[in-house]
Nanobody, 115 residues
Framework: QVQLVESGGGLVEPGGSLRLSCAASRSIFGIPVMGWYRQAPGKQRELVAN???????NYVDSVKGRFTISRDNAKNTVYLQMNSLKPEDTAVYYC?????????WGQGTQVTVSS
């Protein structure tokens, strides 16, 4: 079992930056996949980015070049650095951990991009 707690969301103007953090209740060293998803109003939850234990990353096309996912195993934390934010990035962002057969979710943090 692992509990995930997101933080770092908020209101930011277009073009601004935010860094989301996902703190895990135990070591993430052995968790194969950690990721960030988001869900905008009226839309399905979508994968934003994920990172595996080797450090390889994967991004949805709409955030490539703007977002960076990283994991700090020593701090049991996963980050999502978001730059050049756009209004269409507005959503609730969820942290995710995949430890087959279990999948864990955080409660989410709201990101609003608006002027």
């Amino acid at each position: 079992q692992v509990q995930l707690v997101e933080s770092g969301g908020g209101l930011v103007e277009p073009g601004g930056s935010l860094r989301l953090s996902c703190a895990a209740s135990r070591s993430i060293f052995g968790i194969p996949v950690m990721g960030w998803y988001r869900q905008a109003p009226g839309k399905q939850r979508e994968l934003v980015a994920n990172i595996v234990t080797s450090g390889s990353t994967n991004y949805v096309d709409s955030v490539k070049g703007r977002f960076t996912i990283s994991r700090d195993n020593a701090k049991n934390t996963v980050y999502l650095q978001m730059n050049s934010l756009k209004p269409e990035d507005t959503a609730v962002y969820y942290c995710n951990a995949v430890e087959t057969p279990r999948i864990y979710w955080g409660q989410g943090t709201q990101v609003t991009v608006s002027s």
